[in-house]
């Protein structure tokens, strides 16, 4: 069992507001302020069953009260008038005048009327609300004692009798603080001590500034606050995440505790605790050595503690945790002071754990970027792989290994599909712009007017379509690498503008007039004679010359057949992981018609032939029969026909083309699928002619 003493929630002058909603026919005598006593006088304010706020009557000043916003004391109360009363100093008394109030104004509950001087232990009367008017703030409710703001609180309850035969060691929560002084003006505190416990605090907040974790910001509160204060134990406890007035708080963890000596730490009582995280206003408790509700006992069954401060951690509206402190010392108790300097850490502890929040969640934030950033260059790079070991992939790697760190311009020459696309990705992510974007453009993708505006980008309102800014592909490439397939298809018109880029000019995006400048690397590729091109005026020559720094030739899949079998089995692994096939691999049969076919595509053609087999294959090795090519690439001997001018006969068109079935039947040893593709028909199709024609497979 404890006894409530006093609570007090200080308000600075500041917070009060400007005096007003005074009516003009007031009349009462002001005293000069320097012949007025030094005594000062309080008015302490509850609402409903909970002391709001203290108010310091200022000699020469009107206090006003009313539910109006321009009085000095404001009431959220119907029953209030907008212009209540009001409370001034007269000689040596403080006068309170009711202003005419609908409702009246009562004093320890009987009416006012008229000019009614104050006395130490009056209560003033509005409504739901109590105003006691006092000159010793440790005697501000004698009367009303019995109505604390605590009442309905469990774990402070006490009856008015047991409070009076309370006896000299029940516990006193002495003091309850929301805003510490440090947050006012210098003149609230004596100016010497002031600048002494503020030189402290920045150095502290500088330490805690400095924490690399929670762990160590802790270890930073603790040690300035048992320097600073006199408590010989506190512990840092914080919430599972920084919670808002609406939501309930989770459980507290300590995160680190401190003690001189040989002492143990007491957790803060669940009492306490929910009561500070509740009201989010630092408590300063006394005399608690035999009360469970303030701090728990320790195994023996002892509580240690003779003092308690326990301090909200907050910052807006939302609550980190807790500060527990406490002295076990019965000569050397917490005191106010204690308070206001625990209160004033606690602030500056929550702006550095917002900050150690934020960062582990831009860390976080910037780890998920980067693995994912990772996991998608691991899967470039397997797109990328310059697959093979032949001399010509062999040579290949070893001149991108000597072109891609510096930054010269690269043109890329080959027929289409043979990779160019590839080897510019293995370009860029071997050069030192390997953290910068790689963009790609088509350039025979697009018509004149499209392409500037793809390249460069354009402004908003330019061209008809034209519905907001466009930022190009140049811009997007800026530290980065621009990779232009079919440069050779560019109109004259692109070529000067995109010249002019090339040698380090600024461009203007189309219809903008803000010169725009870029750092970027340009990989170019065609499959066209640019020579020719050239000759006959098609292609400018200084572009052409600005671009045929470095050049590399792309060698065609048929020239280098050693590569087929390999690239194959590569394209396998990867296309039965998407489709979560188990295909291994390929028969023998199968690799020999892959490596017999001449392959127009080139790799494109391949990657896609290999793709289309694994989706039809029905076991774990595709078969030749399962590979379907598209006939353009026969070896010669398989695109020739049998028929000639010297064999010509008088024969029905029916006739013939039996005849040349079986001939291509005969070139392939009766490979259906293969003959199917050669004469340009479906494998079905095939089947019927020649059940029509009644032939089958020779036996061998």
Same mark, same amino acid.
């Given at each position: 069992?404890?006894?409530?003493?006093?609570?007090?929630?200080?308000?600075?002058?500041?917070?009060?507001?400007?005096?007003?909603?005074?009516?003009?026919?007031?009349?009462?005598?002001?005293?000069?302020?320097?012949?007025?006593?030094?005594?000062?006088?309080?008015?302490?304010?509850?609402?409903?069953?909970?002391?709001?706020?203290?108010?310091?009557?200022? /000699?020469?000043?009107?206090m006003?009260?009313?539910?109006?916003?321009?009085?000095?004391?404001?009431?959220?109360?119907?029953?209030?008038?907008?212009?209540?009363?009001?409370?001034?100093?007269r000689?040596?008394?403080?006068?309170?005048?009711?202003?005419?109030?609908?409702?009246?104004?009562?004093?320890?509950?009987?009416?006012v009327?008229?000019?009614?001087?104050?006395?130490?232990?009056?209560?003033?009367?509005?409504?739901a609300?109590?105003?006691?008017?006092?000159?010793?703030?440790?005697?501000a409710f004698?009367?009303?004692?019995?109505?604390?703001?605590?009442?309905?609180?469990?774990?402070?309850?006490?009856?008015a009798?047991?409070?009076?035969?309370?006896?000299?060691?029940e516990?006193?929560?002495?003091?309850r603080?929301?805003?510490?002084?440090?947050?006012?003006?210098?003149?609230?505190?004596?100016?010497?001590?002031?600048?002494q416990?503020l030189?402290?605090?920045?150095?502290?907040?500088?330490d805690?500034?400095?924490a690399?974790?929670?762990?160590?910001?802790?270890?930073?509160?603790?040690?300035?606050?048992?320097?600073?204060?006199?408590?010989?134990?506190?512990?840092?406890?914080?919430?599972?995440?920084?919670? /808002?007035?609406?939501?309930?708080?989770?459980?507290?963890?300590?995160?680190?505790?401190?003690?001189?000596?040989?002492l143990?730490?007491?957790?803060?009582?669940?009492?306490?605790?929910?009561?500070?995280?509740?009201?989010?206003?630092?408590?300063?408790?006394?005399?608690?050595?035999?009360?469970?509700?303030?701090?728990?006992?320790?195994?023996?069954?002892?509580?240690?503690?003779?003092s308690?401060?326990c301090?909200?951690?907050?910052?807006?509206?939302?609550?980190?945790g807790?500060?527990?402190?406490?002295?076990?010392?019965?000569?050397?108790?917490?005191?106010?002071?204690?308070?206001?300097?625990?209160?004033?850490?606690?602030?500056?502890?929550?702006v550095?754990?917002?900050?150690?929040?934020?960062q582990?969640?831009?860390?976080?934030?910037?780890?998920?970027v980067?693995?994912e950033?990772?996991?998608?260059?691991?899967?470039?790079?397997?797109?990328s792989?310059?697959?093979?070991?032949?001399?010509?992939i062999?040579?290949?790697n070893?001149?991108?290994?000597?072109v891609?760190?510096?930054?010269?311009?690269?043109?890329?020459?080959?027929?289409?599909?043979v990779?160019?696309?590839?080897?510019?990705?293995?370009?860029?992510?071997?050069s030192?712009?390997?953290?910068? /974007?790689?963009?790609?453009?088509?350039?025979?993708a697009?018509?004149?007017?499209?392409?500037?505006?793809?390249?460069?980008?354009?402004?908003?309102?330019?061209?008809?379509?034209?519905?907001?800014?466009?930022?190009?592909?140049?811009?997007?490439?800026?530290?980065?690498?621009?990779?232009?397939?079919?440069?050779?298809?560019?109109s004259?018109?692109?070529?000067?503008?995109f010249?002019?880029?090339?040698e380090?000019? /600024?461009f203007?995006?189309?219809?903008g007039?803000s010169?725009?400048?870029?750092?970027?690397?340009?990989?170019?590729?065609?499959?066209?004679?640019?020579?020719?091109?050239v000759?006959?005026?098609m292609?400018?020559?200084?572009?052409y010359?600005?671009?045929?720094v470095?050049?590399?030739?792309?060698?065609?899949?048929?020239?280098?057949?050693?590569?087929?079998?390999?690239?194959?089995?590569?394209?396998?692994?990867?296309?039965?992981?998407?489709?979560?096939?188990?295909?291994?691999?390929?028969?023998?049969?199968?690799?020999?018609?892959?490596?017999?076919y001449?392959?127009?595509?080139n790799?494109?053609?391949?990657?896609?032939?290999?793709?289309?087999?694994?989706?039809?294959?029905?076991g774990?090795?595709?078969?030749?029969?399962?590979?379907?090519?598209?006939?353009l690439?026969?070896m010669?001997?398989?695109?020739?026909?049998d028929?000639?001018?010297?064999?010509?006969?008088?024969?029905?068109?029916?006739?013939?083309?039996?005849?040349?079935?079986?001939?291509?039947?005969?070139r392939?040893?009766?490979n259906?699928?293969q003959?199917?593709?050669?004469?340009?028909?479906?494998?079905s199709?095939?089947?019927?002619?020649?059940?029509?024609?009644?032939?089958e497979?020779?036996?061998?």
């Amino acid at each position: 069992m404890f006894d409530v003493v006093y609570v007090i929630r200080r308000k600075r002058n500041a917070d009060v507001g400007p005096i007003g909603g005074v009516s003009d026919h007031r009349t009462f005598e002001q005293t000069p302020a320097e012949k007025l006593p030094s005594m000062i006088a309080y008015l302490v304010v509850r609402e409903g069953n909970k002391w709001r706020d203290v108010y310091r009557l200022t /000699p020469g000043q009107v206090m006003t009260v009313g539910r109006a916003s321009t009085n000095r004391i404001v009431l959220h109360d119907e029953v209030c008038s907008r212009n209540h009363c009001e409370i001034f100093q007269r000689g040596a008394d403080w006068v309170l005048r009711d202003l005419d109030s609908r409702n009246g104004t009562l004093i320890n509950g009987l009416k006012v009327e008229g000019d009614i001087p104050l006395e130490p232990g009056h209560l003033i009367q509005i409504g739901a609300c109590d105003l006691a008017f006092t000159f010793d703030l440790s005697q501000a409710f004698p009367q009303v004692e019995e109505k604390s703001g605590l009442e309905n609180d469990t774990s402070t309850d006490m009856d008015a009798e047991a409070a009076a035969t309370a006896g000299d060691n029940e516990p006193e929560i002495i003091h309850r603080r929301r805003k510490t002084r440090f947050a006012g003006r210098v003149e609230t505190v004596a100016r010497e001590r002031h600048q002494q416990e503020l030189a402290v605090l920045y150095r502290l907040a500088m330490d805690m500034g400095a924490a690399r974790g929670s762990q160590h910001l802790a270890d930073v509160v603790l040690n300035g606050l048992l320097e600073g204060t006199s408590s010989d134990i506190g512990a840092l406890l914080l919430l599972p995440h920084p919670t /808002p007035p609406e939501e309930t708080p989770g459980p507290l963890t300590v995160v680190a505790y401190k003690a001189n000596g040989d002492l143990q730490y007491q957790q803060v009582s669940r009492s306490l605790s929910s009561v500070v995280l509740k009201d989010r206003e630092a408590i300063l408790a006394r005399d608690v050595a035999d009360d469970s509700r303030l701090v728990s006992r320790d195994s023996l069954g002892r509580i240690q503690a003779k003092s308690v401060i326990c301090s909200p951690i907050r910052m807006d509206n939302l609550i980190y945790g807790l500060i527990h402190l406490y002295s076990t010392n019965p000569e050397k108790l917490l005191e106010e002071d204690d308070l206001e300097f625990t209160l004033a850490v606690a602030d500056q502890a929550a702006v550095a754990l917002h900050n150690l929040r934020r960062q582990e969640t831009l860390a976080e934030g910037l780890a998920k970027v980067r693995d994912e950033n990772l996991k998608l260059r691991e899967q470039i790079g397997i797109e990328s792989d310059l697959v093979g070991d032949s001399k010509f992939i062999q040579s290949l790697n070893n001149t991108i290994a000597r072109v891609a760190p510096t930054d010269a311009a690269v043109l890329i020459r080959g027929e289409s599909g043979v990779g160019k696309e590839l080897v510019a990705r293995a370009i860029h992510f071997s050069s030192k712009r390997r953290s910068g /974007p790689f963009v790609c453009m088509n350039c025979a993708a697009l018509t004149e007017s499209l392409l500037e505006s793809e390249l460069f980008g354009h402004e908003k309102g330019s061209f008809t379509g034209a519905t907001g800014r466009k930022i190009g592909k140049f811009e997007q490439a800026h530290r980065g690498t621009l990779f232009l397939d079919e440069v050779g298809e560019m109109s004259l018109a692109i070529q000067a503008k995109f010249l002019r880029v090339l040698e380090g000019h /600024p461009f203007e995006r189309v219809g903008g007039s803000s010169p725009i400048q870029v750092d970027v690397r340009v990989v170019a590729a065609t499959n066209r004679n640019l020579e020719t091109a050239v000759e006959s005026a098609m292609f400018r020559k200084d572009l052409y010359f600005r671009l045929h720094v470095v050049e590399m030739t792309i060698e065609p899949l048929r020239e280098h057949p050693s590569d087929i079998p390999i690239l194959a089995a590569h394209f396998v692994e990867r296309f039965a992981k998407k489709s979560g096939r188990a295909v291994q691999g390929f028969t023998p049969p199968a690799i020999d018609k892959l490596t017999a076919y001449d392959w127009p595509g080139n790799v494109r053609e391949l990657q896609n032939t290999v793709e289309r087999a694994v989706i039809l294959c029905a076991g774990e090795y595709i078969g030749a029969s399962e590979i379907q090519l598209s006939g353009l690439g026969m070896m010669e001997e398989y695109r020739s026909a049998d028929i000639t001018p010297a064999e010509f006969r008088d024969i029905s068109l029916e006739q013939l083309e039996q005849q040349h079935i079986l001939s291509v039947l005969d070139r392939t040893h009766w490979n259906k699928s293969q003959a199917s593709q050669i004469l340009g028909i479906e494998r079905s199709t095939l089947d019927r002619k020649l059940k029509r024609y009644g032939v089958e497979r020779p036996e061998s």
